[in-house]
């Protein structure tokens, strides 16, 4: 067979790419782990500076030993043993406010707490904006009530229009915003357009992003479904009724 035959090419070409995908794939398998791991580590990072706790000179696992997470059946409002992710719940279009048709049975939730107090609620929110669907934390003071942190770890908005969701000074408005009135029902609002600081409603109202209409609609709307009876309002009643928390 001379050097340059049809069949010579083949065969080493051939057995270039099979090395190759051999060394990706063992490559992949192997670190897999150290990805999640990685993972993670990343989603407590996220959950700290959510809850304007993280202190970038400090290590993340240590940081978080103050928060401590647990898994809450989101129907009945009451902590479960494990998480069971593969217990879905197919979501009934009218309720469906985040615009995600289904979700997980349970949630996990992070707490934190100071001797025995608890400081913080923190819970995982996600839903649909204009082109993609946004995860994200909401932190609760222990009022429940009254927001301590906000934001998105992952979303696929357009950078400068939607993306301005990741805006830390439009971020920083959330704190201290109030997500139910007096009657319990959740009035948080993203406007379209400015607070009025003197309107009666202020309380529960978001700055509008400009060119970011439609993906702060979808903010509004997760929240509304995620803090609302068919979310995280059933543990939310829980935890108020055991006086702040009583897990
Ligand atoms: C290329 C492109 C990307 C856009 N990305 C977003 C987006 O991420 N979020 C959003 O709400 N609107 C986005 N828009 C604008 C919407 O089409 C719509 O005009 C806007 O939400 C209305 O907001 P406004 O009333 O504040 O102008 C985009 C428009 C274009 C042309």
Not at 201 to 230: F, K, P
Request: proline share 4%.
């Amino acid at each position: 067979m001379s050097r340059d035959s049809t069949r010579k090419v083949l065969t080493v070409a051939f057995l270039v790419c099979l090395v190759c995908s051999i060394l990706v794939s063992v490559a992949a398998i192997g670190l897999k782990s150290r990805q999640e791991q990685n993972q993670e580590v990343e989603k407590r990072r996220n959950i700290l500076q959510i809850a304007g706790l993280y202190d970038p000179a400090q290590s993340v696992d240590e940081q978080f030993k103050k928060v401590s997470s647990r898994s809450v059946d989101l129907a009945s409002g009451q902590f479960v043993a494990a998480s069971d992710v593969d217990s879905r719940y197919a979501i009934p279009p009218a309720e469906d406010l985040a615009g995600i048709k289904v979700r997980p049975r349970s949630m996990e939730v992070y707490l934190v707490e100071e001797d025995g107090t608890l400081q913080q609620v923190i819970l995982p929110v996600y839903g649909k904006g204009l082109w993609s669907t946004m995860y994200g934390f909401i932190a609760l003071a222990p009022d429940l009530t009254t927001i301590s942190g906000f934001g998105f770890y992952q979303h696929g908005e357009t950078p400068g229009l939607g993306g301005e969701i990741d805006n830390r000074s439009w971020l920083s408005q959330w704190r201290g915003k109030v997500v139910y009135n007096e009657q319990d029902e959740v009035k948080l609002k993203v406007l379209k357009g400015p607070v009025d600081a003197a309107h009666a409603e202020a309380q529960h109202q978001i700055d509008g992003i400009s060119g970011a209409t439609l993906t702060a609609r979808g903010v509004s709307n997760l929240l509304a479904y995620w803090l609302g009876e068919n979310g995280y309002r059933p543990f939310l009643d829980g935890l108020r009724k055991d006086g702040g928390m009583q897990p």
